[in-house]
């Protein structure tokens, strides 16, 4: 006779009761796990079905781990290119505090951006003032 995981039937049982639609293999896993007097076929199947629902739920993990993993890189890939960019326009405006020709250039190049459609509408207005508007 297999044995049965008597608490991770009751939870998967509970879990399964609050989804909206449960599939096939759900409500299965359901049946078994509330009928009073499981015969030793039904607790096979039962043991079955709990084995490959610890495998779903470990395949599960594995994604969200996975996914955790990619968004940290892509978080830190978007920091990096961030902290990059403001180290440069940091570098760029102090040039052009000291030298009249770089802040000219410096002030076409924001009156063309706002101009041409680089600046984002939602952030015009945080802009405007720097392009004389």
Same mark, same amino acid.
């Given at each position: 006779?297999?044995?049965?995981?008597? /608490?991770?039937?009751? #939870?998967? %049982?509970? !879990?399964?009761?609050?989804? +909206? &639609?449960?599939?096939?293999?759900?409500?299965?896993?359901?049946?078994?796990?509330?009928?009073?007097? $499981? &015969? *030793?076929? #039904? @607790? $096979?199947?039962?043991? %079955?079905?709990?084995?490959?629902?610890? =495998?779903?739920?470990?395949?599960?993990? /594995? !994604? /969200?781990?996975? !996914? !955790?993993?990619?968004?940290?890189?892509?978080?830190?890939?978007? =920091?990096?290119?961030? $902290?990059?960019?403001?180290?440069?326009? &940091? *570098?760029?405006?102090?040039? /052009? =505090?000291?030298?009249? +020709? %770089?802040?000219?250039?410096?002030?076409?190049?924001?009156?063309?951006?706002? @101009?041409?459609?680089? %600046?984002?509408?939602? #952030?015009?207005?945080?802009? +405007?003032?720097?392009?004389?508007?």
């Amino acid at each position: 006779m297999a044995t049965i995981d008597t /608490a991770y039937l009751e #939870d998967l %049982v509970k !879990r399964f009761k609050g989804f +909206k &639609s449960p599939n096939d293999t759900q409500r299965l896993i359901i049946m078994l796990g509330e009928k009073e007097n $499981r &015969s *030793a076929d #039904d @607790n $096979r199947k039962l043991s %079955v079905l709990l084995k490959a629902e610890r =495998k779903a739920d470990q395949l599960a993990k /594995a !994604r /969200a781990d996975a !996914r !955790r993993m990619v968004d940290a890189e892509k978080a830190k890939a978007r =920091k990096a290119e961030t $902290r990059r960019k403001l180290i440069w326009i &940091s *570098a760029i405006e102090t040039m /052009a =505090k000291d030298d009249g +020709k %770089v802040e000219h250039l410096l002030q076409q190049l924001r009156v063309k951006a706002f @101009n041409e459609g680089f %600046v984002s509408d939602r #952030d015009k207005d945080a802009v +405007k003032a720097d392009v004389g508007l």
